[in-house]
């Protein structure tokens, strides 16, 4: 009987024999999409060093969800890979930046906004500050509705506490206080769910 030529096998076929034990699938796998996955992460980090690392971190990911046969993308498979590959720069960027947090002022208040206003240096940094916004909009709506309320005109609408004061009908001094509760609960919340910032 003919042997089975894996070099023309489906992907699905592939993953198929490589849990029934066959490690050359896996190889012919890696071997099939390795090219693009590394120039897609060396776009993405700019470091060869850096994107080797990455690459690695990809694939044990890849053959540990295989292996735990948890792997059911309804997709192309190089796709999936590639979202694996995108995450993990994105970790790597978190990781990377000595700005996960910002405490201004006396005490403990934090202004998760100070995060956000920071200077964006590239595209990567832009992707990621847009995800940031996307987490601190959700992690908002867990606030308390008073300190919502306030938190969303001082930094989305830009109303001076003054305003503010007239729109909720409080004191500046109930205003403010409402606003220094706001930033220290969304800290908590944010340590709570061990979120990582960066800029």
């Known amino acids: 009987m ?13 993953i198929e024999r490589y849990l029934k034990g066959d490690e050359n699938a896996l190889g012919q796998l890696i071997q099939k999409h390795q090219s693009k996955v590394f120039a897609y992460l060396i776009k993405i980090v ?4 850096v994107a080797n690392d990455l690459f690695q971190d990809t694939f044990i990911k890849v053959i540990n ?18 979202r694996i590959a995108h995450n993990l720069a994105i970790d790597h960027f978190r990781k990377k930046s000595k700005v996960h947090m910002i405490h201004q002022g006396e005490g403990d208040e934090f202004d998760i906004f100070s995060v956000l206003k920071l200077e964006i240096q590239n595209v990567e940094e832009k992707l990621i500050t847009q995800q940031i916004h996307s987490d601190v909009k959700r992690l908002i709506e867990e606030l308390p ?28 001094n109930t205003a403010l206080g409402r606003m220094r509760y706001a930033l220290i609960n969304l ?4 340590e709570e769910k061990n979120i990582c910032l960066m800029p």
């Open 145 to 172: 509705e008073e300190q919502k309320e306030v938190l969303k005109l001082r930094h989305y609408s830009e109303k001076s506490f003054k305003e503010i004061s007239e729109i909720t009908g409080v004191s500046i």
């Open 2 to 14: 003919k042997s089975v030529d894996i070099q023309v096998m489906s992907e699905e076929s592939l």
């Open 187 to 190: 800290r908590k919340i944010i």
């Open 46 to 49: 700019k470091d060869e060093e």
């Open 65 to 82: 969800t295989l292996r735990s046969r948890s792997y059911n993308e309804q997709g192309k498979f190089i796709n999936w890979v590639l």
